[in-house]
């Protein structure tokens, strides 16, 4: 089973940016939805990001629309997170995670059933 290691996280202030990567272990097959997800203490997991690894086809999340952007290597063994003017609400530990069933339809609609999971790195931004 592939398995995920999230990197890039750190403390920024408001404003600024972060990428996260996700190093996968071996090949991402053509058939993979891979995303990022958030949570922050007391707060439910959040899908922020999707891409179809077969297309490149995403999904974002209304909250970072326009100010995150998820892309994929060509080599499809890592996935990046982009995160532009990050605002303290975005604060956060991110984990990337594999779904290798779901179609493009259902991973670009953040309804990916995911069950490969990085152990997450965390974002912090300061106002």
């Known amino acids: 089973q592939v398995q995920l290691v999230e990197a890039g996280g750190g403390s920024v202030q408001a404003g600024g940016s972060l990428r996260l990567s996700c190093g996968a272990s071996?090949?991402?097959?053509?058939?993979?939805?891979m995303a990022w997800f958030r949570q922050a203490p007391g707060k439910e997991r959040e899908e922020v990001a999707a891409?179809?690894?077969?297309?490149?086809?995403?999904y974002y999340a209304d909250s970072v629309k326009g100010r995150f952007t998820i892309s994929q290597d060509k080599a499809k063994t890592t996935m990046y997170l982009r995160m532009n003017s990050l605002k303290p609400e975005d604060s956060a530990m991110y984990y990337c995670?594999?779904?290798?069933?779901?179609?493009?339809?259902?991973?670009?609609?953040?309804?990916?059933?995911?069950?490969?999971w990085g152990q997450g790195t965390q974002v912090t931004v300061s106002s």
């Open positions: 995670a594999a779904d290798p069933f779901s179609s493009d339809s259902i991973c670009t609609t953040g309804l990916g059933d995911f069950g490969i």
């Open positions: 071996e090949f991402i097959d053509s058939s993979y939805c």
């Open positions: 891409i179809y690894t077969g297309d490149t086809s995403t």
